[in-house]
Structures are given as C-alpha cells and as structure tokens.
T-cell receptor
Framework: GAGVSQTPSNKVTEKGKYVELRCDPISGHTALYWYRQSLGQGPEFLIYFQGTGAADDSGLPNDRFFAVRPEGSVSTLKIQRTERGDSAVYLC?????????????FGPGTRLTVL | QKEVEQNSGPLSVPEGAIASLNCTYSDRGSQSFFWYRQYSGKSPELIMSIYSNGDKEDGRFTAQLNKASQYVSLLIRDSQPSDSATYLCAVNIDGGATNKLIFGTGTLLAVQP
C-alpha cells in the first residue's frame, strides 16, 4: 500500500512568512508524529497525535509552531513568523496505533528553507 | 549526557565483512528500540525493532539489546556497498509514557568495494 506522503517536498519562504506543511499517513494508522531534522543530526520530536488529539506536544519549540489533525487522518504543521533557524527537513511518521512498541514509518519529508 | 549516543563515524568496512554499529541510552525505563537507515538526502527507513534482551535476526541484520548495560547494537553481515548510509538508533524514552522517539545523531557506514 501507499506510504506516508508529505507535501510540498520543498518549500522556500522569506523570514516572517507563514507556512503550512501537510502529512498524509498510511491508511489505517491512528498515530501520527512530526519530527524535524537538521543537517548532521537525528530527527527531533515535535508533536504526536493519537487520533484527532495532540497526545504530546512537548517538542514544539515555541508558540509559533502549531499542528492540527481535525479528522484523525491528514495533519498540517503550521509555522508562523518563520525564522531562519526554522530551516530544516520536517518529517512526518505514522504508526498503526500509539502503543509504545509500534513501529513508526516516515514520509519523504519537506525541506523548509527560510531566507 | 545525551539521551541516545552513537559514534558518528565514519565506520569503514570492506565488502563482505561484518559491520557493527553501537548505541547507548540513558533512560533505564526505555522499552522499545529501533534502527533506521538513512541514505543521503532521503528520509529514515525502519530496518529493525527490538524490545527484549538478546538478539533478533532479520536476513543480514541482527539487533542486540542489553538493558542492564543500556546498549543496543546492529550487526550487518556480508556488508554490501548499497549498505553505505547513516544508521540511526532510536529509543522510546520515558518508559512508554509517551510514544515519541529519541534519536541518536547517527553513524555513517561506508562499505568499500
């Protein structure tokens, strides 16, 4: 079946602008995660959804970052007033359920560049 | 101390040899452990998961977990040039209270033909 999909694959924006990144999880997966990865680093957790609710948003760096998953499937990560330090690859992952041993599968990522 | 530590490498092995990748973690309550492979410019791809002490084998890959010593390793037998990538160790920290994964910085493996 289809894997996790993310759009756009690349996004270039100017400092101060608003961006939205979209993630479509594997069909039937109830848990969805957002991570971001900077060059030379491992992915860094941002937020975890179980169904429609954010079960853990402890990784969001500040209130400029917000994510939603209104129908328990597609999720959107929203970044307001972008800063150059937000430049990274934003990765979405999904797992069958939120049970701790459930394997997480990643999408191809969105490369965000803030000029 | 970082929560998940890996040697950044590069680890260089000749084709056909065994590559051994190691990872240590800080939280004794951690219960699930994963190895991801990441090719340059691509996203992480899950290759192994392990939850119990001991070895778990899948084809040319063997994951080893030792919770008492807080380390997890990945062995790649008969290494191929196509195995050249960064290998990321990921741990579910917080004893399962949250489902987030904490990643190491990855070990770059280079398999020489």
């Amino acid at each position: 079946g289809a894997g996790v999909s993310q759009t756009p694959s690349n996004k270039v924006t100017e400092k101060g602008k608003y961006v939205e990144l979209r993630c479509d999880p594997i069909s039937g997966h109830t848990a969805l995660y957002w991570y971001r990865q900077s060059l030379g680093q491992g992915p860094e957790f941002l937020i975890y959804f179980q169904g429609t609710g954010a079960a853990d948003d402890s990784g969001l760096p500040n209130d400029r970052f917000f994510a939603v998953r209104p129908e328990g499937s597609v999720s959107t990560l929203k970044i307001q007033r972008t800063e150059r330090g937000d430049s990274a690859v934003y990765l979405c992952a999904s797992s069958l359920t939120g049970v701790l041993w459930n394997e997480q599968f990643f999408g191809p990522g969105t490369r965000l560049t803030v000029l | 101390q970082k929560e998940v530590e890996q040697n950044s490498g590069p680890l260089s092995v000749p084709e056909g040899a065994i590559a051994s990748l190691n990872c240590t973690y800080s939280d004794r309550g951690s219960q699930s452990f994963f190895w991801y492979r990441q090719y340059s410019g691509k996203s992480p791809e899950l290759i192994m998961s392990i939850y119990s002490n001991g070895d778990k084998e899948d084809g040319r890959f063997t994951a080893q977990l030792n919770k008492a010593s807080q380390y997890v390793s990945l062995l790649i037998r008969d290494s191929q040039p196509s195995d050249s990538a960064t290998y990321l160790c990921a741990v579910n920290i917080d004893g399962g209270a949250t489902n987030k994964l904490i990643f190491g910085t990855g070990t770059l493996l280079a398999v020489q033909p």
